[in-house]
């Protein structure tokens, strides 16, 4: 017998309220609205008030899967926290939110593996799953990306935005759940899109600070390359894993970074737009949170129906990327 896959049982995604346009950044570095949707396809995005930290988001986006569940807090017993903008260094993201969700029954970790930490997660979670250990994950993509931001560097500060979305995962009792799942790295090109001060490698420090090594840094071309190449690659071979046809294929959902990015992956598969869910427009690239996110959008958008196949594709900082195929 086969055995048994996770399925998704909830969810649900939280933005800050506060809205970013294009048109607000043109007053604050030299920039244009005609060259940010060009490039990047991004009109506006969610940015976090200044009281609230990555975990504040991923409560609410965890509480909101919880309930879509049908689940009460008590029922959880393992919540991952994908973020590489957490609270503080330590401890954990994910405890603060098992602390203020009152997940008692739940232990609680970090992933960091950038914008691809939704679909690390769900890779991991099918594989508890199917060991028997943990019978109800949650999994919760949450960042505060403007924090990490040089607002004087136009090149980075156009691109990114905050929220958090969040699933609630289980034993699949039907024929839905995750029907393949694969993640990968490239260390080598760890440089390509990092932030390289406030770690044990260059402390926080008046240097560190004078010389701007906590902000968010990135080789945007070099990421492009990558990007295109790697995830069309894993898309196609979670496909082949499955023994799915691409005509199966109900719905993508990639990782929301740009939306020149998203347009190559559906060429590259043989994927029309109308099957490709897109809002990068209007919360730009919100790391781990993006395809959590796109999914309740989608199915609150009826684009997302019970029995669809969703491939699912990321690319982030590590370099990371992974993609999984599900049947809702
Ligand atoms: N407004 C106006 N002009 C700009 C801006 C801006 N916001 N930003 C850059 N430019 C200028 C540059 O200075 C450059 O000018 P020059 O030709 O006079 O030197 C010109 O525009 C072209 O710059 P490029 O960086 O070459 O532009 P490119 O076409 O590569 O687009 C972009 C940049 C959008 C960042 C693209 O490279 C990209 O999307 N890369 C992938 C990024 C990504 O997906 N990251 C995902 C991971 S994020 C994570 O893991 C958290």
Not at 35 to 61: C, F, K, M, N
Request: with cysteine.
């Amino acid at each position: 017998m086969e055995a048994t896959r996770a399925r998704v049982l909830g969810i649900g995604a939280y933005s800050p309220e506060k809205v970013l346009t294009n048109q607000d950044l043109e007053k604050m570095v030299d920039t244009s609205d005609e060259w940010i949707v060009e490039r990047t396809g991004i009109s506006e995005r969610h940015i976090a008030a200044d009281d609230e930290a990555s975990s504040d988001l991923a409560t609410q986006a965890g509480r909101r899967a919880i309930q879509d569940a049908g689940l009460t807090a008590e029922d959880i017993d393992l919540l991952i926290c994908a973020s590489v903008t957490g609270d503080m260094p330590f401890p954990a993201t994910a405890c603060f939110v098992q602390a203020n969700l009152g997940l008692k029954n739940a232990a609680a970790f970090d992933i960091a593996a950038g914008c691809t930490g939704f679909l690390y997660g769900l890779n991991l979670a099918q594989g508890l799953i199917r060991s028997g250990a943990y019978k109800r994950i949650l999994l919760i993509g949450g960042e505060v990306l403007s924090r990490t931001l040089d607002w004087t560097d136009r090149a980075t500060c156009v691109l990114l935005g905050d929220s958090a979305g969040a699933v609630v995962l289980g034993p699949a009792e039907d024929e839905s759940g995750i029907l393949a799942t694969r993640i990968a790295s490239d260390g080598t090109k760890a440089e390509l899109l990092y932030i390289p001060g406030g770690g044990s490698r260059n402390p926080a420090s008046h240097h560190t600070v004078d010389e701007g090594m906590h902000y968010f840094k990135m080789n945007g071309r070099e990421t492009f390359k990558h990007a295109t190449r790697n995830m069309a690659a894993i898309a196609k071979q979670v496909l082949a894993d499955s023994g799915l046809e691409l005509d199966d294929v109900n719905l993508l959902v990639p990782h929301q970074a740009n939306l020149r990015i998203i347009t190559y992956i559906a060429e590259q598969l043989g994927l029309p737009m109308e099957k490709v869910y897109t809002n990068v427009q209007r919360y730009g690239n919100t790391s781990s949170a993006s395809i959590p996110l796109a999914l309740t959008e989608a199915r609150e958008r009826g684009k997302l129906k019970k029995g669809d196949v969703v491939l699912m594709v990321a690319f982030g900082t590590g370099l990371t990327w992974g993609a999984t195929l599900l049947r809702w």
